[in-house]
């Protein structure tokens, strides 16, 4: 990983998820939908797919300052529900993983403030997934019809 003394990215817009597993590709169908909706410029904001790259995320997260996540959360809500997280609320959603075979986020976000270069804000928003047992099929229809709020509240 590059020695990163500087946050050269402003802001992270990093989808994640699973597109092979129902709601839980959420996360990178609502960064997709922020593409097509909005236009952004800057060169230091960022907008990326990380489906379920895991510990790859480690250097773009180490590389900045401000962290917006959008994924498919486990947060005991009711299908298809959507909520913004920050602060405390981010350390409860990212102790909790969905599939229990992949790098969390709680695992890379602890290896960045490990490392000393966790950002300084993060928030999520996230998708209370309506359905995860279509393995191969697409998000469900409660689910899609969140992906332009997350891209607008993004």
């Not at 993983?97 to 602890?110: C, E, F, R, V, Y």
Request: a negative charge.
């Amino acid at each position: 990983m590059a020695d990163v003394t500087d946050k050269s990215i402003e802001c992270l817009i990093l989808g994640v998820g699973n597109i092979l597993w129902a709601d839980e590709g959420f996360g990178v169908r609502a960064v997709e939908r922020f593409n097509e909706l909005f236009e952004v410029t800057s060169p230091k904001v960022r907008i990326e797919d990380g489906g379920t790259l895991g510990m790859y995320l480690l250097e773009p997260i180490c590389e900045t300052r401000k962290l917006l996540i959008l994924d498919c959360c486990d947060f005991h809500g009711k299908g298809a529900e959507l909520r913004i997280l920050r602060d405390d609320d981010v350390r409860a959603w990212s102790s909790t993983k969905i599939s229990p075979h992949q790098t969390g986020m709680n695992d890379i976000l602890a290896a960045a403030m490990l490392l000393g270069k966790e950002p300084e804000e993060i928030a999520v928003v996230g998708l209370q997934p309506a359905l995860l047992d279509d393995y191969g099929g697409s998000l469900s229809p409660e689910a899609k019809a969140q992906l332009t709020p997350a891209a607008g509240a993004a």
